[in-house]
């Protein structure tokens, strides 16, 4: 059975901190990892990562995979308030067909003033 | 706007009582997903739709239904509705190399 754990399942943080979330995958012929940002409502789409070693940017957040030891990282560095969301990790693999996600629980961050 | 437009937004139901959750999406994507959300719990997927005329089963189908309509439709169906089945519930859509576009959600509860 496909597995994505992601830890730590929550995270409080003051602002101007630099954090680290994890998550790892157990799955039948990895094809992509994807994170995601959930704020109020629906998830929106950060980064997708299919190479491993190839760092994904964007501003203060920054990903990568290690398709080696199966886990990627989110980091981001200067943390705000407006970044106080749920951080989803997914995977895409052969377990379902066509771009079907499994998805993890989830890494809750809140970040204080 | 282009996106996934998902109805209705929220619904309280009675045990028992049928209902269908909407999806349509404008961006002539070829997948379509249908999700739930609980605390705790991330994204479990129900029912999914790899291209118009095929719907397969996810990790969570039991007591839902699904319908591909066509390219830009496709949606979920509580025939009888259980407690268990409260939650927020969210359609997307994708197309290769991308990743999902989801829809606002539908927050339903069952009473």
């Known amino acids: 059975e496909d597995k994505v754990v992601q830890s730590p399942l929550s995270l409080v943080v003051h602002e101007g901190d630099t954090v680290t979330l994890n998550c790892s995958y157990e799955v039948t012929n990895f094809r992509s990892l994807l994170w995601y940002k959930q704020e109020k409502k629906a998830p929106t789409f950060l980064f997708m990562l299919t190479s491993s070693g190839i760092e994904k940017k964007s501003g203060r957040l920054s990903s990568i995979l290690d398709k080696k030891e199966l886990f990627s990282i989110l980091n981001i560095t200067a943390t705000q308030t407006g970044d106080s969301a749920i951080y989803l990790c997914?995977?895409?693999?052969?377990?379902?067909?066509?771009?079907?996600?499994?998805f993890g629980k989830g890494t809750s961050l809140l970040v204080t003033p | 706007n282009a996106g996934v437009t998902q109805t209705p937004k929220f619904q309280v139901l009675k045990t028992g009582q049928s209902m269908t959750l909407q999806c349509a999406q404008d961006m002539n994507h070829n997948s379509m997903y249908w999700y739930r959300q609980d605390p705790g719990m991330g994204l479990r997927l129900i029912y999914y739709s790899a291209s118009e005329g095929t719907t397969d089963k996810g990790e969570v189908p039991n007591g839902y239904n699904v319908s591909r309509l066509n390219k830009r439709e496709f949606s979920l169906r509580l025939e009888s509705a259980a407690p268990s089945q409260t939650s927020v519930y969210f359609c997307?859509?994708?197309?290769?190399?991308?990743?999902?576009?989801f829809g606002s959600g539908t927050r339903l509860t069952v009473v």
């Open positions: 997307a859509s994708s197309e290769e190399g991308f990743g999902y576009t």
């Open positions: 997914a995977v895409r693999s052969d377990r379902y067909s066509g771009y079907a996600l499994n």
